[in-house]
């Protein structure tokens, strides 16, 4: 009958007052273990969808509006820029690899992204099924894309206008599909991808032109084509301090760092974390007064007990450990259903989801749940010490004598 | 053997109480009378090693109790001395048998089921073993706060008033069984008393005045 079998049992002797207390930690770490998961998972995909992008270049505006419509592909963009001025920029000595984008439509709430081979190897993309796109209408579609809408090879789809909505569909030209990605873990997996001038045709009808464009010749037609932005990785450091400077004073557009726009955005969510991290520790100290409440009104009643155990032989500091164990094994039970349910939790606010492009799993563990370990340690100890150090130090003669 | 050697002791408050030197011989069964509030659980509790008195030594079988350091006291104790207070308390959240099991732990001894049983079974409650103490009544209770004195074959067992709760004829079994078990068990027995119906048992007396 070891010590911590008798804080055991001593807990399970209340189970109504034990589990209340077992709960108020869970309830604070399970919101604590939301908010970790969350936030870290966030964070990674706004990384992972900008991590070889060093700059995008596009109308003026916000730039955090610009980051999220030609990274993230969440918001409007920001208006066009010339194809002419982009393709200056691309061709400047600052830059390794410059992508154009051309966006505006949609085909069932997925956006249709014109683009070039760059994008490809800015990406690092991968066909499963099929190939690149080549040809006008050609599409390589993203493999969630492919997953959720039902796409297969060969199968032919008509764009909307607009980045949500098909009221206005362009009847004119069928977009086929050419290949299915392999899964990116990036947004590249809800795109489809075309090149730039089956975008054009769709909004030109009436100047329709049997041979293909390419985005790079110098056609004279090119004078006034217009794309939306232009996604750019610099040749070296030096860049990040001359290049943007160069865009936004000498240019009509502007230069938006997906890492400071991506850190911006993330402080602003972070407030919202902030309110709710306080949220939890709170509750996490409500629920370590409880569980001192809680051990300080027994240890009255168990006095008694506590003082028979030292006339059987226990020390006093087998006294202060079983005190102080029944209150870490509270707070430890309450921290590992917390973190438990925190899991499950975010697991189904993930499978609810509607979009997929930031989709949240409850199946990833991360090192940073060892704090919350730690924590539900440090609240046991907090709640229990006073108590145990009082069993410690009780005076048994005068308790016995008290019958 | 057990001897007390110029004991007194002081209260807080200042109260003083004296108790003239004893020599108890092992295996013998002693009578501590006194009135109400003469010091019968004072001295109880300074033999016991519970209460440390301002003056004087207590020697059990050649240790002087007061020269060990607390934790080895308490362990001294758990060993060599078996304690039954007047009203039966026993740990709420275990069962009987764990309750002894305890015992036999606190002590550093090895968990013996076999002693659980034969001690229980010497007491006639052996089917109580897997009951919770509030499941049982008030005689059968101080019948296992017995077990639980007797459980590590102490060569002390000491007693406050563990009648006086009863009724004549519980109180003439509990006495009985204290008689008894210190026979089975070679322990020396003293019981503190001031119930009339106990006296008749014992032929050493130690009387507080
Ligand atoms: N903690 C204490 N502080 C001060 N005085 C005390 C304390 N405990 C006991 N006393 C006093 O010491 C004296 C002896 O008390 P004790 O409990 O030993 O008597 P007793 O003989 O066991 O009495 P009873 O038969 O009623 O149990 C009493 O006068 C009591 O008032
Ligand atoms: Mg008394």
Redesign the pocket.
């Known amino acids: 009958m070891s010590p911590l079998k008798i804080s055991w049992k001593s807990i399970w002797s209340k189970p109504l007052s034990s589990a209340l207390n077992i709960m108020l930690i869970a309830f604070g770490t399970g919101i604590l273990t939301i908010l970790l998961l969350a936030s870290t998972q966030i964070s990674d995909k706004l990384e992972n969808n900008s991590k070889d992008i060093d700059l995008v270049v596009g109308a003026k505006g916000s730039p955090l509006q610009l980051i999220l419509s030609s990274i993230y592909y969440i918001d409007f963009p920001t208006g066009n820029i010339p194809l002419k001025e982009a393709q200056e920029l691309a061709r400047s000595p600052f830059v390794k690899k410059a992508v154009p984008l051309a966006l505006g439509d949609n085909y069932n709430g997925v956006r249709i992204v014109g683009t070039d081979r760059n994008f490809v190897g800015i990406y690092k993309l991968k066909v499963k099924e099929g190939k690149f796109w080549q040809n006008d209408f050609e599409t390589t579609i993203g493999t969630s894309v492919a997953e959720n809408l039902k796409l297969k090879i060969g199968d032919t789809f008509y764009g909307a206008h607009g980045l949500t909505g098909s009221t206005d569909v362009h009847k004119t030209h069928a977009y086929k599909v050419a290949g299915i990605l392999a899964p990116q873990g990036n947004v590249t997996d809800n795109l489809i991808l075309t090149n730039i001038s089956s975008v054009w045709k769709m909004h030109d009808h009436e100047e329709e032109k049997a041979h293909n464009h390419d985005e790079k010749s110098e056609a004279p037609e090119i004078e006034n084509k217009e794309i939306t932005s232009l996604l750019i990785q610099y040749r070296s450091p030096m860049s990040v301090v001359m290049f943007p400077r160069m865009v936004n004073e000498s240019t009509n557009m502007q230069a938006a760092s997906p890492a400071q726009e991506s850190t911006r955005l993330f402080s602003l969510i972070g407030v919202g974390v902030d309110t709710l991290q306080w949220f939890a520790v709170l509750i996490m100290f409500i629920a370590a007064i409880s569980v001192f409440v809680n051990l300080y009104n027994s240890l009255k009643e168990r006095s008694y007990d506590l003082a028979i155990m030292r006339t059987l032989g226990a020390s006093r500091g087998k006294l202060f450990l079983i005190v102080i164990a029944e209150g870490i094994m509270l707070t430890l039970a309450g921290t590992i259903i917390g973190i438990v349910l925190g899991h499950l939790a975010l697991q189904f606010i993930g499978s609810n989801q509607e979009s997929s492009q930031a989709r949240l799993s409850g199946l990833i563990f991360l090192g940073e749940e060892a704090y919350l370990f730690v924590a539900g340690l440090a609240i046991g100890i907090f709640a229990a010490i006073i108590p145990a150090v009082q069993a410690y130090r009780s005076n048994i ?2 308790i016995l ?1 008290k019958n | 053997m057990i001897a007390l050697n110029a004991v007194s002791h002081n ?3 200042g ?1 003083k ?1 004296g108790f003239k030197d004893w020599q108890v011989d092992d295996g013998s069964q002693w009578l501590l009378l ?12 300074i033999l016991t090693g519970i209460l440390k008195p301002q003056q004087g030594s207590v020697i059990i079988d050649g240790t002087s109790i007061y020269d060990l350091s607390s934790k080895d006291l308490d362990q001294f104790r758990g060993r060599n001395i078996g304690i039954i207070f ?1 009203r039966p308390h026993l740990i709420k959240s275990l069962s009987i048998k764990e309750n002894l099991v305890m015992a036999q732990s606190f002590a550093n001894l090895p968990t013996d089921l076999n002693r659980v049983k034969e001690v229980l079974t010497s007491l006639g409650i052996a089917d109580k073993k897997n009951a919770y103490p509030s499941e049982l009544s008030h005689g059968q209770l101080q019948r296992v706060s017995i077990a639980r004195a007797v459980i590590n074959r102490p060569t002390l067992l000491i007693a ?2 563990p009648t006086s709760s009863l009724d004549d004829k519980n109180a003439a079994a509990v006495l009985e069984l204290l008689i008894d078990q210190s026979g089975i068990n070679q322990a020396t027995l003293i019981v ?1 008393t ?1 119930d009339k119906r106990v006296k008749d048992a014992f032929t050493n007396t130690y009387e ?1 005045s």
């Open positions: 003669s005068k004598s | 209260y807080q408050n109260h109480i006194g009135a109400s509030g003469s010091g019968k659980t004072t001295l109880l509790h007047q406050d008033e503190a001031h507080l």
